[in-house]
């Protein structure tokens, strides 16, 4: 079946630095990849779409300065947030399109 | 822009019991998705169902689309304390696979 590896699964920064995720497919070229951030005991919800070799769309309220989204081959986006806070911390889930797989997922706490 | 509306948000049901969880939406969805999501991990594909009329099962778990009514449904059957976990269901539009997620209904089986 598709698999999806995502990466780191759980990181700790302090705030105002960066940290990157990394969602890889492994067995299939994934054409587009959404972002999703799920807060504690509440839904996802779609941060982004980022398609291969084209700039990500964000959806509405998400900032795109501070979420960096790049796809720059078709087994790898990465997603960057920058000068992180702690209202930042969240779990952040990657699923990659055309499978419809979803990563594993990367619990962030900033403190 | 579609919505997803999911009751009940919470339930907590004796071992051996029937229930069903409710999945509105609020616009023509080309796909529902149902999920279930363990503590502290990502997403597992439980169902997708395409058409009107749709039925499918797994083991104690039976999902349900109705289109007309704009409503699928997530049937449990003599539940078991594994099935405790927060289940989602999910929609998407316009061919694409940038998911419209419900609120989660977090499941809890008492023995």
């Known amino acids: 079946g598709a698999v999806v590896s995502q990466h780191p699964s759980r990181v700790i920064c302090k705030s105002g630095t960066s940290v990157k995720i990394e969602c890889r497919s492994l067995d299939f070229q994934a054409t587009t990849m959404f972002w999703y951030r799920q807060f504690p005991k509440q839904s996802l919800m779609l941060m982004a779409t980022s398609n291969e070799g084209s700039k990500a769309t964000y959806e509405q309220g998400v900032e795109k300065d501070k979420f960096l989204i790049n796809h720059a081959s078709l087994t790898l986006s990465t997603l960057t947030v920058t000068s992180a806070h702690p209202e930042d911390s969240s779990f952040y889930i990657c699923?990659?399109?055309?499978?419809?797989?979803f990563g594993s997922g990367t619990r962030l706490t900033v403190v | 822009e579609l919505k997803v509306e999911q009751n009940p948000l919470f339930l907590s049901m004796q071992e051996g019991k029937n229930y069903t969880i409710y999945c509105n939406y609020s616009t023509t969805s080309d796909r529902l998705y149902w999920y279930r999501q363990d503590p502290g991990k990502s997403l597992e594909s439980l169902f997708v169902l395409l058409s009107n009329g749709a039925v499918k099962q797994e083991g104690r778990l039976m999902a349900s689309l109705d289109t007309k009514a704009r409503l699928s449904t997530l049937h449990i059957t003599a539940a078991v304390h594994d099935l405790s976990a927060t289940y989602f269901c999910a929609g998407s539009n316009f061919g694409n696979e940038k998911l419209t997620f419900g609120t989660g209904t977090r499941l809890t089986i008492i023995p």
């Open positions: 699923s990659a399109s055309p499978r419809l797989t």
